[in-house]
């Protein structure tokens, strides 16, 4: 599976952005998918996951509540509606594949992208 994430940008506090993860290759409806992202000078985070069949999501504290994953598994898409930024939200989001294990854990995704950068400013 390759993977590759879109729909980043520079916003200001309080607006939105979609992000888009785009996949090529077999099974795609078979692996959960998560995004994850890495502010300056921190290590990689969990921010959001949605399972195969879309039926069940999972959120970071930090996003639950601003942030929305879904998916569309005839167009081989995943998205991350992101409302209400902050500042804090800064960070370089990746999206990645995985079959099973803790879906907030990197270890568990086999395939990831190339990230999309966010930049919020206050």
């Known amino acids: 599976v390759q993977l590759q994430a879109s729909g980043g940008g520079l916003v200001q506090a309080g607006g939105s952005l979609r992000l888009s993860c785009a996949a090529s290759?077999?099974?795609?409806?078979?692996?959960?998918m998560g995004w994850f992202r890495q502010a300056p000078g921190k290590e990689r985070e969990f921010a959001a996951h949605?399972?195969?069949?879309?039926?069940?999501?999972l959120y970071a504290d930090s996003v639950r509540g601003r942030f929305t994953i879904y998916r569309d598994n005839a167009e081989n898409m995943v998205y991350l509606q992101m409302n209400s930024l902050k500042p804090e939200d800064t960070a370089v989001y990746y999206c990645?594949?995985?079959?099973?294990?803790?879906?907030?854990?990197?270890?568990?995704?086999?395939?990831w992208g190339a990230g999309t950068q966010v930049t919020v400013s206050s």
């Open positions: 990645a594949a995985r079959i099973g294990g803790p879906p907030n854990k990197m270890t568990t995704y086999e395939y």
């Open positions: 290759g077999r099974d795609f409806s078979s692996y959960g």
């Open positions: 949605i399972s195969w069949g879309g039926g069940s999501t």
